[in-house]
């Protein structure tokens, strides 16, 4: 994985943290307020040397 980037500009996410074998990321969700927040997630395909976007659609809802 290289980076995660979203719409986010009411910060309900915290920082990304992206682990050691780079296999992972991970980050907080603060879960404040119904937000539909865009996410994709960038991964480096290391055979072909291309970047690829996988964007999973996030729904924030609170309890």
């Known amino acids: 994985m290289h980076e995660l980037v979203s719409s986010d500009t009411e910060n309900e996410f915290g920082s990304a943290t992206k682990a ?3 296999k992972s ?3 907080m ?3 404040n307020k ?3 927040i ?3 997630i960038v991964v480096l395909d290391k055979n072909r ?3 690829i976007s996988c964007d999973p659609q996030v729904l ?3 309890n």
């Open 20 to 22: 050691p074998d780079g």
């Open 25 to 27: 990321i991970s980050l």
């Open 29 to 31: 969700d603060y879960n």
């Open 34 to 36: 119904p937000l539909l």
């Open 38 to 40: 865009a996410v994709s």
């Open 49 to 51: 040397n291309v970047y």
């Open 60 to 62: 924030n809802v609170p």
